[in-house]
């Protein structure tokens, strides 16, 4: 069954330098998408993206963050300048568009990269 | 705004015994509702989805869940648990497709021999 990658599985990086996730979706998906997970607490929606373009970000996401689909095959997340309350487990996902009234198809989900600032 | 409560941090269970993790949703508008499992150092596995229809929807694994819209509740089921469904199991919802996900706290399940 195709899986959605990620890497690096585990990323240490100093305050302040900048990093960049890597997320490889499904390859016939079209909707991309970064969520993370500090430790002990829920899942957070950060953007998704579709047709090329942010469709929708949280207040997380603000001007430290960017996204970008670099060829036909990879999804990255950059932060600009980390900070310690950026350590958290990323998650990519992505889905299938499709219309009618199943076109709500699930999210799959990477393995996660878990950031570490220090 | 959207969002959902797991009342329950943790679920201990006999194996063998019925399971059921409990959820609650508010939307404004028709959910789209999901579950999701989260083994340890692994990404969120989808178990099952309710977009429209029958109101219990069957997923993977042995899972089921029940839409209740008066209840506003989407809880999860499986009638026989086992000692591997022990993990975490997370309840999400959105308002269309390609939208986000909001999930719940989790909840931890444990299901001892």
């Known amino acids: 069954e195709p899986e959605v990658t990620q890497t690096p599985s585990h990323q240490v990086t100093q305050m302040g330098q900048e990093v960049i996730l890597r997320c490889v979706p499904i390859?016939?998906?079209?909707?991309f998408y970064w969520y993370r997970q500090i430790l002990g607490q829920k899942v957070e929606f950060l953007v998704s993206f579709y047709n090329n373009e942010i469709s929708e970000k949280s207040e997380i996401f603000d001007d430290q963050f960017s996204v970008e689909r670099p060829d036909g095959s990879n999804f990255t997340l950059k932060i600009r300048s980390t900070k310690l309350e950026d350590s958290a487990m990323y998650f990519c996902?992505?889905?299938?568009?499709?219309?009618?009234?199943?076109?709500?198809?699930?999210?799959?989900f990477g393995d996660g990269t878990r950031l570490s600032i220090l | 705004a959207q969002s959902v409560a797991q009342p329950e941090d943790q679920v201990n269970v006999a194996e063998g015994n019925p399971l059921t993790v409990k959820c609650t949703y508010s939307?404004?508008?028709?959910?789209?509702l999901f579950w999701y499992v989260q083994y340890p150092n692994r990404g969120l596995q989808f178990l099952l989805k309710y977009i429209t229809g029958d109101n219990l929807v069957k997923g993977s694994y042995g899972f089921e869940a029940e839409f209740n819209k008066s209840q506003t509740s989407f809880h999860l089921k499986k009638p026989s648990a086992l000692v591997s469904d022990s993990a975490l199991y997370f309840c999400a919802v959105s308002l269309a497709a390609g939208n986000k996900l909001t999930f719940g706290g989790g909840t931890r399940v444990l299901v001892k021999p």
């Open positions: 996902a992505s889905s299938e568009t499709l219309t009618g009234p199943d076109s709500n198809q699930p999210q799959h």
């Open positions: 939307v404004s508008g028709n959910p789209y």
């Open positions: 390859s016939n998906h079209l909707y």
